[in-house]
C-alpha cells in the first residue's frame, strides 16, 4: 500500500466520522450551548429542567427544551453531512467504511420529520401532547427499572404538558418507525440504482404522520393522546410492506 492510499483511507475514515460528530454534538446540553452562543440561535429554553436530572443528553432525558430550531439546525445539518460522505463514495471520490455508511442511511429515517417539526412550530411543541414517556413501551421500561420511573416523576415537576401543540419529540419518533425501512431502502435504490419511487413512498408516509392536525379532523380518534399516536405507528405496517415489494420489484428490473 503506497503512502497516498494510506492517507487518502485516513481521510475516507475522518470524513465519514462527521455525521456522528454531528449527532454527539445535538446530543450534550453543553454542545448546544456553545452551537447557540456562536449560532445565535435559540436552540434551548432556559433551565426547564433540573440539572441533575439532564444527565448530559438532551435527545434522551431533556429533549423537551429544545426548541424548533434546534429541530431545523440538527435535521438540515446531518442531511447535509450525510449526503456528502454518501456522494463521496458514490461517485469513489474518498472510500467510506461501510459501518458509518450504514449509519449515515439509517439516520435518514429521523431527519426529514425533524425538518419539518422545526418548520411547523405553531404545531409541534416540546411540551405538546403525547408525551412520549407515556407510550407504553417506556411504561414497561419505567416499570422494569425503577430508577427511570423516579426520574420521570421528577422530570414532570419540571414540565408544564399541555394540548395546545402535538409533541414534537412524540412525532419524529413515530414518522421514523413509518419511513424507516422505505427510507433506508430508498435512498440506497436512489444511489445506487438512481430509482426514486421508494424514497419518494418513504417521505409520503412519513408526511401523513406529520400532520396529526389533518387527522384530528377527519378522525373519531384524539391525536394528542396514544389512542391516535397507537393508530399512526400501525402505519409502519402497509409503510413497510409495500417498500419491500417495491424494492423486490426494482431488484428483478435490474436484474
Known sequence: MSLNDLLFQLLGVIVSLIPLTICLLFSIVKSVLKIEKITGIKLMYPNLIDDEIKMGFTFLLSAFEVTPSYWKLFGS????????????????????????????????????????????????????????????????????????????????????????YYSSLSYICIASIVGFFPIIQGFSALIYHGVPFIVAFGIFMQTIVLFPDVWDKIMPLNFKKWTGGTFLVLLAIPSWYLSFYMGIFVFNLLA
Open 77 to 164: 445539518s446531518y442531511f447535509i453531512a450525510s449526503a456528502t460522505i454518501i456522494l463521496l463514495d458514490r461517485f469513489k471520490i474518498l472510500i467510506m467504511p461501510e459501518v458509518t455508511l450504514c449509519i449515515s442511511l439509517f439516520m435518514m429515517c429521523i431527519i426529514y420529520p425533524m425538518v419539518v417539526v422545526g418548520l411547523r412550530k405553531n404545531t409541534f411543541n416540546s411540551f405538546g401532547l403525547p408525551n412520549l414517556s407515556d407510550f407504553f413501551i417506556f411504561k414497561l421500561w419505567r416499570w422494569r427499572y425503577k430508577e427511570l420511573e423516579v426520574l420521570y416523576r421528577r422530570n414532570k415537576k419540571y414540565i408544564d404538558f399541555n394540548d395546545k
